[in-house]
Nanobody, 125 residues
Framework: QLHLVESGGGVVQPGGSLRLSCAASGFTLDDYNIAWFRQAPGKEREGVSC???????RYASSVEGRFTISRDSAKNTTYLQMDSLKPEDTAVYYC???????????????????WGKGTLVTVSS
């Protein structure tokens, strides 16, 4: 079975940093399109960042320049480094995966095949 497990969420002050981890089991992460999504209270889920099998990376405009996605093949883990956090970044963050063959990574929640259960990030003073 294919599983994704997020970790690294917590409570931080504005301007602080967190690194989220997405550990994969049952499949090789490098063969998949991996994406981070988030959902704030009362709002729809939105795409944050993605990285695909060919290394293509994309960011939502709201996080570009502050967040960095990466992966460690040896650990079969994808990371989301979040810097300069803002209160509006508060959300449950989800890791998701699919096997889209496209050159550009995919940030569409309706095409994702596998999901983690999420990790809560709270940015508050």
């Amino acid at each position: 079975q294919l599983h994704l497990v997020e970790s690294g969420g917590g409570v931080v002050q504005p301007g602080g940093s967190l690194r989220l981890s997405c550990a994969a089991s049952g499949f090789t992460l490098d063969d998949y399109n991996i994406a981070w999504f988030r959902q704030a209270p009362g709002k729809e889920r939105e795409g944050v960042s993605c990285i695909n099998h060919s290394g293509n990376i994309r960011y939502a405009s709201s996080v570009e320049g502050r967040f960095t996605i990466s992966r460690d093949s040896a650990k079969n883990t994808t990371y989301l480094q979040m810097d300069s956090l803002k209160p509006e970044d508060t959300a449950v963050y989800y890791c998701a995966a699919d096997k889209s063959p496209f050159s550009f990574c995919v940030l569409r929640d309706n095409v994702m095949d596998y999901w983690g259960k999420g990790t809560l990030v709270t940015v508050s003073s």
